[in-house]
């Protein structure tokens, strides 16, 4: 049984960090995916492929998957550098702004 433990990044959809703090424990599935000939949607016998722990820190996740003997891949996050403007969101409508303002 093997796990990848990462932190997850935030939405596409959102600019918040949210749920990006905490680490994620998933098990990765042991059998491939297939499509069930009556509907046709894509299925699994593998029940352990749904499972997703959420941990604090990455130490408690590792100190889980040592105790259950769970093999683990650790992928660390590629952290973003920060986008900070001088003028902030008020430079947008600043009387001294040089160029037209087109929004």
Do not use: C
């Not at 990848?4 to 990006?20: V, W």
């Amino acid at each position: 049984m093997t796990a990848r433990i990462y932190q997850p990044t935030k939405t596409a959809m959102s600019s918040g960090m949210a749920k990006t703090r905490e680490w994620v424990l998933e098990f990765t599935a042991d059998t491939p995916k297939r499509i069930e000939p009556l509907m046709g949607w894509t299925s699994s016998h593998d029940t352990q492929a749904q499972v997703s722990l959420r941990f604090p820190t990455k130490e408690e996740a590792l100190d889980y998957a040592e105790a259950h003997g769970i093999d683990v891949i650790v992928t660390l996050p590629k952290k973003r550098r920060a986008n900070v403007r001088t003028g902030g969101y008020g430079e947008n409508f600043a009387t001294s702004r040089r160029g037209a303002w087109t929004h």
